[in-house]
């Protein structure tokens, strides 16, 4: 959590700032959560939704998109292509570049997962009187504006939960 001291160069009064310190933990609990009791990690199903997201991709693609190192990439592509979750291919003009692909097994994973975080999502925004969820929503896309492209890029990109 922020303190007084950490937070002493900002217009942002504390309490405010550690609201969103609140939000984004939860946030980020919702995401882990949709992942629990699967058989894929966090950092594989990062893997997976990126590739949803792009369809197939070169491993570097991949790894720009996730913001890691190539080797990264292709120790969770070993895992996924072992599980069923991806195949991989190579570029018809370059048979040196290795290409990643969901399988439909993937694509359900997927799915499953988006499902099971928009129901979460759902139970509590229900409970939450629709005047302020539309303000929340407006003060978040309006949040995700001042951010730009630059530090969040894409909706998966860099860091995909």
């Given amino acids: 959590m922020a303190t007084a001291n950490q937070v002493a160069t900002t217009k942002t009064p504390v309490d405010e700032l550690v609201a969103f310190e609140v939000a984004t933990r939860d946030l980020v609990g919702v995401a882990l959560r949709s992942v629990e009791q699967l058989e894929v990690s966090l950092p594989q199903f990062r ?89 929340c929503a407006a003060v978040l896309r309006t949040l995700h504006d001042h951010f730009g492209d630059d530090y969040a890029g894409d909706l998966y990109n860099p860091m995909p939960l």
């Fill in 47 to 135: 893997l997976l939704l990126t590739l949803s997201e792009l369809g197939r991709s070169t491993s570097s693609d991949c790894a720009r998109a996730l913001g890691v190192v190539g080797s990264s990439v292709t120790r969770l592509a070993d895992r996924l292509h072992n599980s069923g979750h991806l195949v991989r291919g190579t570029d018809p003009t370059n048979r040196s570049i290795v290409t990643l692909e969901l399988t439909a097994q993937g694509r359900k994973l997927v799915k499953q997962v988006s499902t099971r975080r928009r129901r979460e999502l759902s139970r509590v925004l229900d409970t939450i009187n629709a005047d302020e969820r539309a303000a």
